[in-house]
């Protein structure tokens, strides 16, 4: 598939204070596209427009928040003029037992994950309409196959993935075109986060090879934007999750069989897991929630 040059194209990212979001906008700058940052971490963001390499702005907001969003929307437009690309990639995570989980985290990565990727598209669609643009939603490893202790983490990225298969037929017609992004474990502070506690680290260490390991954040994130390049339809952080989509019909079952046994060996440890959103992006959600509430 041909490329799509992005010199002078408008990017808008979503999660842009750290990790995949703020690699992403520097290496989308570096093509020559002007970006708009959105997040919660207004001092992050800020430093992460600082390192861009063209024209580019940041915006404070809550991903679920509509009426934010849709203000967002509406300012990127007035500020660059049009909207080429965006990239819904605002995430959150928790881990631990579904039964002991923490029911708010649970829904909170529910909330972001999939409810502020469709607040975010809803948004910037008409921008989209107007430029005949491409929409990436940034899914995971997680969309392909279920694990256990990642229940809302799991449902959050099938949910998107779905959302978003189901929104390329409705507005392909227009040009617009949609992608979904699949990243297994990539350096982030949301992975090193989850790594911080002992059950989940084992536990990641003990699936599968190429599954089990932690991959650098660079390569993936060049892949990213090569996706984004080619408007293509399918994007993969890494080279073997193409291959899982062939499979993947077969995992819910061995992921039953070979699950349980793994739970029942760590079955005493489960009590301590963490069930809180993990990793600095999580933080900063839970501060913001928290501040709201007073």
């Known amino acids: 598939m041909s490329r799509v040059g992005l010199e002078g194209q408008v990017a808008v990212v979503t999660g842009a204070a750290r990790g995949v979001g703020e690699l992403l906008a520097r290496k989308l700058s570096a093509r020559g596209a002007r970006v708009a940052l959105v997040g919660l971490e207004e001092e992050a963001l800020k430093e992460a427009a600082g390192r861009l390499h063209t024209e580019g702005a940041h ?37 631990g037992p579904f039964a002991d989980s923490d029911p708010e985290a649970w829904r909170r990565v529910i909330e972001v994950n999939l409810i502020g990727s469709a607040v975010t598209a809803r948004a910037f669609l008409p921008a989209l309409t107007e430029s005949r643009g491409y929409l990436l939603q940034v899914a995971s490893l997680a969309a392909i196959t279920p694990a256990p202790m990642m229940s809302a983490y799991c449902a959050s ?42 059950v989940m680290r084992e536990l990641r260490q003990r699936l599968p090879w190429p599954s089990n390991k932690t991959y650098p954040l660079g390569p993936a994130v060049d892949r990213m934007v090569a996706g984004i390049e080619r408007r293509s339809a399918h994007v993969y952080g890494q080279w073997w999750l193409r291959g899982m989509q062939g499979v993947r019909g077969y995992l819910p079952a061995l992921i039953g069989t070979v699950g349980q046994r793994e739970m029942k060996r760590f079955a005493p440890r489960l009590q301590g897991v963490r069930t809180g959103l993990v990793g600095a992006g999580g933080a900063a959600d839970e501060e913001v929630r928290a501040t709201q509430r007073h």
């Open 157 to 198: 990225k099938s949910g998107v993935e779905a959302y978003a298969h189901s929104l390329r037929a409705e507005v392909g017609h227009q040009g617009v075109r949609v992608g979904v992004a699949y990243l297994s474990w990539t350096d982030t502070d949301m992975v090193r986060g989850a790594d911080q506690d002992d």
């Open 59 to 95: 915006w404070y907001a809550d991903v679920t928040d509509h009426e934010a969003m849709s203000r967002v929307a509406a300012e990127v437009r007035e500020r660059f003029g049009k909207v080429d690309i965006v990239v819904a990639n605002a995430g959150v995570a928790n881990g």
